[in-house]
């Protein structure tokens, strides 16, 4: 007599095997799919973040008095006589020029220069300006350090 088909216990060893390699390649495609979620956010976090410094350590090279500083502001006056500050508020940075008074307080044109900025911070050591920011997109954070040295001061 000729048997035709499969028995019981092949067919749930093929079910078995086949339920270990579907399970194998799935979860390396989501670990791969994370893995990429992850490092886009990390990008646009350090988009935002090398957007800012780079503007802001620009035009710090041509600084010529620092009429303020504190931890989260800065306050200076350029070559062409131009009154610049950077501040956080909220999170963004915020860039006013023309302002009469250091904290901007009144006068000056608020413009945002960068956002998703969640720490900001400036030091003045003798001839060098330091900045510290950290954006933050989606949970994922990227800190940034610049540090300007200062040859018209």
């Known amino acids: 007599?000729?048997?035709k088909g499969f028995t019981l216990v092949e067919t749930i060893m093929t079910i078995v095997i086949v339920f270990i390699v579907g399970y194998i390649v799935a979860d390396a495609?989501?670990?791969?799919?994370?893995?990429?979620?992850?490092?886009?956010?990390?990008?646009?976090?350090?988009?935002e973040a090398r957007t800012a410094i780079e503007r802001m350590t620009r035009e710090m090279r041509n600084l010529i008095a620092v009429n303020s500083i504190s931890a989260t502001e800065l306050c200076?006056?350029?070559?062409?006589?131009?009154?610049?500050?950077?501040?956080?508020?909220?999170?963004?940075?915020?860039?006013?020029?023309?302002?009469?008074?250091?904290?901007?307080?009144?006068?000056?044109?608020?413009?945002?220069?960068?956002?998703?900025i969640t720490e900001l911070s400036f030091a003045l050591i003798q001839n060098s300006l330091?900045?510290?920011?950290?954006?933050?997109?989606?949970?994922?954070?990227?800190?940034?350090?610049?540090?300007?040295y200062l040859r018209n001061r």
């Open 1 to 3: 007599m000729k048997n």
């Open 29 to 47: 495609v989501t670990k791969g799919m994370k893995t990429y979620l992850v490092t886009d956010q990390r990008k646009e976090a350090l988009d």
């Open 76 to 116: 200076f006056t350029n070559i062409d006589g131009t009154k610049i500050s950077f501040r956080q508020s909220g999170g963004s940075i915020i860039r006013n020029t023309g302002w009469t008074s250091c904290p901007p307080t009144t006068g000056g044109t608020d413009n945002t220069l960068s956002t998703n």
């Open 130 to 148: 330091t900045v510290n920011l950290t954006s933050t997109f989606q949970g994922e954070s990227v800190p940034l350090q610049s540090e300007v």
